[in-house]
């Protein structure tokens, strides 16, 4: 259950010269690279409140010509709370995704079709959810930028993100870039429509994702729309 979190931007370098100057984010990856992510979700469903809790790790597999990055995003299980009781989920089969240099998901593929929840394409629209765009160019606080892509639930359509650096953040004590984002995609042809926002910390020193906070409502789930509320956090060691 929930969406596979797919959040890697590793290796990127955030180059600030002082306040003054845009902030530019180069991703560079290299294979090998790993990152792990614990997701909290607070899932609402036909007046039922499910809280899920997961982790998972981010491996590149292969980095292309072109810059596009193939990963491997390995289900490591978790637990599901519902009506007072907590029950385990296992680890389960990973997923092969990969995103271009802008952070952007081209190709969502779980080599198991397995989620009663949530189609292939409802969580590869999810994963649109949980990764901030990069800019093209550099960018100072209040700089926004849109991107479109292709709808993966509904053929045809397009998925609207909106992108801003909103500025310096703070993760705990360390210091780090702050993003917001949201998200409209319609989600059937009668244009029921997901909407999602998400608040973003990155790594000014790496560009990974430290954390983010996110809410979606109309998430075409099997058994009807489900909204959530979530957290995402990186896990500092790889244990």
């Known amino acids: 259950m929930g969406a596979v979190c797919v959040l890697w931007t590793a290796g990127a370098q955030a180059v600030r010269a002082d306040e003054a100057k845009p902030v530019s984010i180069v991703s560079s990856p290299k294979v090998g690279d790993a990152v792990r992510y614990k997701t909290i979700l607070k899932i609402s469903i036909q007046g039922n409140d499910i ?18 990055v193939v ?21 389960g089969s990973p997923t092969a995704v990969t995103v271009d240099k802008a952070n ?7 080599e198991k079709e397995d989620n009663p929840y949530l189609s292939t394409p409802c969580q590869h629209l999810m994963a649109l ?47 780090a870039l702050k993003f917001k984002q949201t998200l409209e995609a319609a989600t059937d ?30 998430i075409p789930g099997t058994m009807g729309p489900v909204d959530w509320t979530g957290t995402i956090k990186r896990v500092k060691k790889d244990s």
């Open 51 to 68: 809280t899920v809790e997961q982790t998972r790790k981010h491996v590149v597999k292969e980095v292309k010509d072109n810059k596009d």
């Open 71 to 91: 990963l491997a995003v390995e289900e490591e299980g978790g637990k599901v709370g519902a009506g007072g009781n907590d029950m385990d989920i296992p680890a």
């Open 104 to 110: 952007k998901v081209l190709t969502f593929k779980p």
């Open 129 to 175: 959810i949980d990764r901030i765009i990069l800019p093209d160019k550099p960018v100072k606080p209040g700089d926004s930028w849109t991107t479109e892509v292709d709808n993966p639930q509904v053929k045809g359509k397009k998925v609207t993100i909106k992108t801003t650096f909103v500025g310096d953040g703070k993760a705990g004590d360390a210091s």
């Open 189 to 218: 042809e009668k244009d029921a429509m997901l909407k999602a926002e998400a608040t973003a910390l990155l790594d000014p020193a790496t560009g990974q994702l430290i954390e983010e906070e996110q809410t979606a409502k109309g």
